[in-house]
C-alpha cells in the first residue's frame, strides 16, 4: 500500500515537513477540542475518557503504525513507538525550562502519587516490551501473539489504577503534595470546555472540527512515515534511526505546543499526566502492527529497539524520582531531574547512532 508515487529526494523533503506542519496544527486543533467533547460527553476524568484522550493524542502513530505495518517497514513502526516514548518523555525538560513560570521545578509543581502510578505503568509496559523481544516467533494466533495481548492488558489495567488513583488515596492529601499546583488536575481542560461555551461553539461544530482534525492527522502520519522514509533511503539513513529520531519528534510536536499550553495555566499535573499517559499507550500500538502485518513484530525487534526501550525506561524513572523527591531549586530554569534527562538523551541518541543495525 503506498499513498505517494515516486519522488524525487526535494519533493520527498516537502511533503514530510508538510504532513509534519499538519501534523503539528491539527494535532492542537484535536487535543483541544478532544477535551470539549470529553466534557460535553461527560467522560473527563473517567475511564473513557482516559481512553479517548489517549486514542486522540496518538492519532499520527497510530496512522504511521499502520501504513509501515501494511507496507511491510515494521522496523520503522517500532522504532518510531519506543523513540516516541523516549523523545515524549525528554520534552517534559521542554516543558519545564519554557513553560513553568514558577521558580521551582516541573516536578515540584506536579508532584503526586498519581502521576508516581502513571509512570509505573509506563514502566511496566517496556518490561513487557523487553519480555516480548525473547519470544518464539512462532507464538502467533489468531494474529496476535502473547506479548502484545500482555501490553494491553497492563495498559487497561494501569488506566483503571490511575482513575481510582485520582479519586482518592489512602494518604494524607489524597496523595498530593504539599505546595503543589493549587487547581485541581485537568482545570485547564475545563477552562478550554467553559470558553468553548461561552463562545457558543456547538456540539456538532465540536464533532465536526474533531473529526476533521483526526483525518487531516491520520493522513499526515501516513504521509510522514513514507515520505519521511524514502527520503531517509536517499541519504542512508537507517529505519531504526530515521523513525526514533526524526519521525518521532514530528509526531511529538502537538504534545509540546498542547503540554505548553497547560503548564503556562498552571496545570502541571495534567501536561505530566499526558505525556506518560500517551507514553503507556504507544506499545499498544504493536497490537495493531501484529494484526495488520499478520507476523510476530516483537521476537523481530533489533538491538536497537531494545536500546531504545532502556533509554525510554531511564528516562521515566528519573522523572518518578523528580515527582517522589521534588527537587526544588532550578538551574538554567531547568531541574536537576530535567537537566539530567537532557543529558542522557543527548548521550542516548548519540550511542544509538553509533550502535549497529
Given at each position: 500500500?503506498?499513498?505517494?508515487?515516486?519522488?524525487?529526494?526535494?519533493?520527498?523533503?516537502?511533503?514530510?515537513?508538510?504532513?509534519?506542519?499538519?501534523?503539528?496544527?491539527?494535532?492542537?486543533?484535536?487535543?483541544?477540542?478532544?477535551?470539549?467533547?470529553?466534557?460535553?460527553?461527560?467522560?473527563?476524568?473517567?475511564?473513557?475518557?482516559?481512553?479517548?484522550?489517549?486514542?486522540?493524542?496518538?492519532?499520527?502513530?497510530?496512522?504511521?503504525?499502520?501504513?509501515?505495518?501494511?507496507?511491510?517497514?515494521?522496523?520503522?513502526?517500532?522504532?518510531?513507538?519506543?523513540?516516541?516514548?523516549?523523545i515524549q518523555t525528554a520534552l517534559l525538560a521542554a516543558l519545564d525550562a519554557f513553560g513553568v513560570r514558577q521558580r521551582r521545578p516541573l516536578t515540584y509543581q506536579a508532584a503526586s502519587l498519581t502521576l508516581v502510578i502513571?509512570?509505573?505503568?509506563?514502566?511496566?509496559?517496556?518490561?513487557?516490551?523487553?519480555?516480548?523481544?525473547?519470544?518464539?516467533?512462532?507464538?502467533?494466533?489468531?494474529?496476535?501473539?502473547?506479548?502484545?495481548?500482555?501490553?494491553?492488558?497492563?495498559?487497561?489495567?494501569?488506566?483503571?489504577?490511575?482513575?481510582?488513583?485520582?479519586?482518592?488515596?489512602?494518604?494524607?492529601?489524597?496523595?498530593?503534595?504539599?505546595?503543589?499546583?493549587?487547581?485541581?488536575?485537568?482545570?485547564?481542560?475545563?477552562?478550554?470546555?467553559?470558553?468553548?461555551?461561552?463562545?457558543?461553539?456547538?456540539?456538532?461544530?465540536?464533532?465536526v472540527v474533531f473529526s476533521v482534525a483526526a483525518l487531516a492527522t491520520l493522513v499526515a502520519g501516513a504521509l510522514a512515515e513514507e515520505s519521511g522514509s524514502a527520503a531517509a533511503d536517499h541519504v542512508g539513513l537507517s529505519g531504526v534511526v530515521f523513525g526514533a529520531t526524526v519521525l518521532a519528534a514530528a509526531t511529538a510536536l502537538p504534545e509540546l505546543s498542547t503540554g505548553l499550553t497547560a503548564v503556562r495555566m498552571g496545570?502541571?499535573?495534567?501536561?505530566?499526566?499526558?505525556?506518560?499517559?500517551?507514553?503507556?499507550?504507544?506499545?499498544?500500538?504493536?497490537?495493531?502492527?501484529?494484526?495488520?502485518?499478520?507476523?510476530?513484530?516483537?521476537?523481530?525487534?533489533?538491538?536497537?529497539?531494545?536500546?531504545?526501550?532502556?533509554?525510554?525506561?531511564?528516562?521515566?524513572?528519573?522523572?518518578?524520582?523528580?515527582?517522589?523527591?521534588?527537587?526544588?531549586?532550578?538551574?538554567?530554569?531547568?531541574?536537576?531531574?530535567?537537566?539530567?534527562?537532557?543529558?542522557?538523551?543527548?548521550?542516548?541518541?548519540?550511542?544509538?547512532?553509533?550502535?549497529?543495525?
Open positions: 500500500m503506498s499513498l505517494l508515487p515516486d519522488l524525487p529526494f526535494w519533493a520527498e523533503l516537502l511533503v514530510f515537513a508538510a504532513a509534519a506542519v499538519t501534523i503539528w496544527v491539527a494535532g492542537i486543533f484535536l487535543s483541544n477540542y478532544t477535551d470539549v467533547l470529553a466534557e460535553r460527553i461527560h467522560l473527563g476524568q473517567a475511564l473513557g475518557g482516559l481512553i479517548l484522550l489517549a486514542v486522540a493524542t496518538n492519532l499520527p502513530e497510530i496512522a504511521i503504525t499502520y501504513t509501515a505495518a501494511a507496507s511491510g517497514h515494521l522496523d520503522i513502526a517500532v522504532s518510531n513507538i519506543l523513540g516516541g516514548i523516549a502513571e509512570g509505573a505503568v509506563v514502566l511496566a509496559v517496556l518490561v513487557a516490551v523487553v519480555m516480548g523481544t525473547q519470544l518464539p516467533d512462532t507464538l502467533i494466533k489468531f494474529r496476535l501473539t502473547p506479548d502484545v495481548v500482555l501490553i494491553t492488558v497492563i495498559w487497561v489495567t494501569g488506566l483503571v489504577l490511575v482513575q481510582r488513583g485520582g479519586g482518592a488515596l489512602p494518604w494524607s492529601n489524597c496523595g498530593e503534595a504539599p505546595d503543589s499546583q493549587p487547581e485541581p488536575r485537568g482545570h485547564s481542560r475545563t477552562k478550554t470546555a467553559d470558553k468553548a461555551a461561552d463562545k457558543g461553539v456547538s456540539t456538532t461544530k465540536v464533532l496545570d502541571y499535573k495534567l501536561a505530566f499526566g499526558d505525556i506518560f499517559g500517551g507514553n503507556a499507550f504507544l506499545p499498544v500500538l504493536f497490537l495493531l502492527a501484529v494484526l495488520v502485518s499478520g507476523k510476530p513484530v516483537l521476537p523481530h525487534a533489533h538491538a536497537t529497539d531494545i536500546y531504545l526501550t532502556g533509554l525510554a525506561a531511564l528516562l521515566t524513572v528519573i522523572y518518578v524520582a523528580g515527582l517522589v523527591f521534588r527537587p526544588a531549586k532550578q538551574h538554567f530554569r531547568l531541574g536537576v531531574d530535567s537537566i539530567t534527562v537532557v543529558v542522557l538523551y543527548v548521550l542516548g541518541i548519540v550511542g544509538l547512532v553509533a550502535l549497529p543495525a
